[in-house]
Structure formats: C-alpha cells, structure tokens
C-alpha cells in the first residue's frame, strides 16, 4: 500500500501536508472528507483519527500519524531529502518560531469549527467573522514581517533560498487568506516569499484548486 492522505481541498492543514509530500516527491493517494458535511467525525474516519481532523496520513503499514506538523517532521526525519528544517538546534528552533506563530497562533482561531460556533452558537455576522479572522492574520502577519523582512537568515524563503516548513505554514496560510480577502500590502516580505513559493510545481500542486477531489 503507497502513502495515503486522509484530507480535504480546502484544509490549509491539508495543504501543508501535500506541500511537504511533493517536495520530497513522495507518491501518494488522497481520501478526502468534506468538512461543511461533517464527513470528518464519520465513525470510520474517527477509528482512523479520533481526533476528527484532517489530515491524517497512513502509512504503508496502515499506521496513521495525525497533526499535521507532525507529519511533516515525520516525513522530515524518514525521507530528509530534501530537509524541511535545518539541521543547526538554533536555526531550527527559529524556524519552528515563525511555523508555531501561524500553525499554533492564526490557525487553531480560525479554523472551520471555530468559525462556525461563532456564527451559528454565539451568532456572530458574517461581517464580524470575517473582522475575526482578518484580526488573528494581523497580530502574526505583523510580527512575522517584522521578523523576516532583515534577517540575514531569509533568502528567497523563510530560511534560506531552499523551501522549508515556514514557507510551507506561510503558503497555506496564503490559501486561506485569500478567501478572506486578507490585504497582503502591510506584508511585502511575506507576499514575497508566498509568490517564490508559487514558482514551484511542488506548491502549486498542494493548492485548493489543484486537489483532485476540489469541488
Ligand atoms: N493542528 C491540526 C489542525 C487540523 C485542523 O484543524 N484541520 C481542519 C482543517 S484545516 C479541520 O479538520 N477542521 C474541521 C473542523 O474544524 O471541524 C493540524 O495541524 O493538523
């Protein structure tokens, strides 16, 4: 049995997960769940991750590693060509400080079931879930860019003039961004780093619309 990724088009967790696969040029096949039906808390899915959230990605063996950053330092550390995180402690622990400021700071705020409590339970206007999610882009965004935008350590990414796994954070951020019609004019560097990112075969192909199951 190849790779399979349990996954959604839309999911930027999804994204980051496919990105990283085409980089290393993993082959792998995709199931996919679609979130607004509520397909992911399927009792088959949940036996497979009970944690009822994409992605999951099974193993040949059928072991299921869930979370995506997980998944990606799994993969990192099995297949390290090419390596996603670099191999200096100091530099690593600086590149997972720009990865957590969206994959633990933006990402759990607004995501799918975030956003709908706020619309359907606390019942929130679509306008203000929107302000929601713009608000938690900025407070990351802003210090990112700040971060990025003279440190001897960006290239043409994040770290470097390779590919590693804030570009990948940062890319599918961008995904979710655009649905939101995030202003990316404050952020020069990062909007710069996204389009560098765009010129690769390997991040192009992880975007919603390039899925096959994108609907
Ligand atoms: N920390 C998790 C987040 C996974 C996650 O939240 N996935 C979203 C899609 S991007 C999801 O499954 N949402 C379903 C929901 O909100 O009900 C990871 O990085 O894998």
């Not at 990283?20 to 039906?37: D, E, F, I, M, N």
């Not at 440190?151 to 470097?160: I, L, N, S, V």
């Not at 954070?169 to 990112?197: G, H, S």
Request: proline share 7%; with cysteine; hydrophobic share 40%.
């Amino acid at each position: 049995m190849s790779l399979v990724l349990h996954n959604f088009f839309r999911s930027s967790a999804s994204v980051r997960v496919r990105a990283a696969l085409q980089l290393k040029g993993l082959t792998y096949t995709h199931v996919s769940y679609t979130l607004r039906q509520g397909e992911h808390r399927s009792p088959t899915y949940l036996s497979l991750n009970p944690q009822g959230l994409v992605p999951a990605l099974q193993l040949e063996d059928s072991t299921v590693v869930a979370q995506s950053l997980a998944i990606i330092e799994y993969l990192d550390e099995v297949y390290p060509k090419p390596l996603l995180l670099p191999s200096d402690p100091l530099d690593r622990a600086w590149v997972r400080g720009l990865v957590h400021s969206i994959a633990s700071d933006i990402h759990p705020l607004n995501n799918l079931r975030v956003l709908q409590y706020l619309g359907q339970e606390l019942d929130v206007i679509e306008a203000g879930v929107t302000t929601w999610f713009r608000h938690w882009v900025a407070e990351s965004f802003t210090a990112l860019e700040r971060q990025l935008a003279d440190d001897p350590r960006r290239g043409q990414f994040c770290y470097g003039d390779s590919p590693g796994l804030a570009d990948i954070c940062l890319f599918a951020q961008m995904a979710n961004n655009r649905r939101f019609e995030v202003d990316m004019t404050p952020y020069p560097t990062l909007a710069t780093i996204n389009t560098n990112c765009l010129e690769l075969p390997a991040f192009v192909d992880a975007l919603p619309e390039s899925h096959p199951h994108a609907g």
